[in-house]
């Protein structure tokens, strides 16, 4: 019945808790250099902002975005398997939306982060991981604990 | 192995179930509610088969990811009545939503034919394993989506502009009308 058992696994050895950290860092990694290529030369909601790595289009609003998530995956990853399992599942879940309803706001006024069709492909291969980790992954802890 | 080949039937019911919301998106009325049903269904059975750690409903399942194939046919031989056309009911998206559909179709029937499943969860690979099963997964069921959802009438307008759109009629032959 205890939380605690839940949290038990170490990172090394629960795939949630390895997934969230893992994408929170690298996402991280992304915010930082998406602040250094946006640098002053986009605005805050622009449509269409500077290539991350010549692939990723991205703004400010975007990166924001990408360290909010990064931090957010990062520190449940490092916390316990049931704090990666809700980060995994709500951001998951989020990226799934945003791949889907982004893709459809492309060269229309409402593509406040910038996106583009990788970012479309970046965003939804994150959901389908992060929501597989979070509901397919860890079972055996789950069953432990009940 | 075996949880993480349930993971990627899982990831080919929701790649296929987008699809179908997508195409539903812009459907002619009498076939908007069919596939928005069968999207919607692919989804809630994928996310069941997720949580559950079995193949929920394997039957009606398997019937079911048959269906879309058969709702894909009769659109097209029905086109002309339906007011079916190549943009409206694109063969792209349907193509590699039926592609994913017969995966889940035929991992089910292998899924009967062994016969009764354990409740009980499988025992799960190695966490690096179980990742990059996830991770492969994932970018193959995106890899293919994707494309399939550019091709959408809504994906389309959204990528080229509202003047990308125009209509092009499914060449059915009908016997002895010579066309146009």
Known sequence: MSTAVNSKPALSRSPNRLVATIFGAVYLVVALLGFIVAGGGVGFLDTEGPLLLGIFQINHLHNVA????????????????????????????VYLLLGIVGFFLVG?????????????????????????????ADKSTRAAVA | MKSVARIWIAFAAIGAGLLHLAVAAAA?????????????????????????????LRAVALTGSLLALVLWAGAVLGSRNLGVTVDNFPPVPLAIASLLDIIVAVSLAVSLRRGSQSTAPAPEPGPWTMIAGLAIGAVLMVG?????????????????????????????????????
Do not use: C
Not at chain 1, 70 to 75: H, R, V
Not at chain 2, 154 to 167: E, K, R, S, V
């Open chain 1, 66 to 93: 990408h360290l909010l998530i990064g931090a957010a995956l990062l520190i449940a990853g490092l916390s316990s398997v049931s704090a990666a399992k809700g980060a995994n599942s709500v951001v998951g879940i």
């Open chain 1, 108 to 136: 229309t006024d409402a593509n406040i982060l910038a996106l583009n069709t990788p970012d479309h492909f970046l965003h939804l291969v994150t959901a389908i991981v992060l929501l597989g980790a979070a509901f397919g």
């Open chain 2, 28 to 56: 002619p009325v009498s076939l908007m509610v069919l596939l928005a049903l069968l999207g919607a269904a692919e989804l809630v059975w994928a996310g069941a088969t997720l949580l559950l750690s079995r193949f929920p």
């Open chain 2, 144 to 180: 293919l989506t994707l494309p399939g959802l550019s091709q959408t009438q809504a994906g389309i307008a959204a990528l080229n502009g509202p003047h990308a759109h125009h209509t092009t009629e499914y060449d059915i032959p009908d016997g002895g009308h010579t066309g146009h």
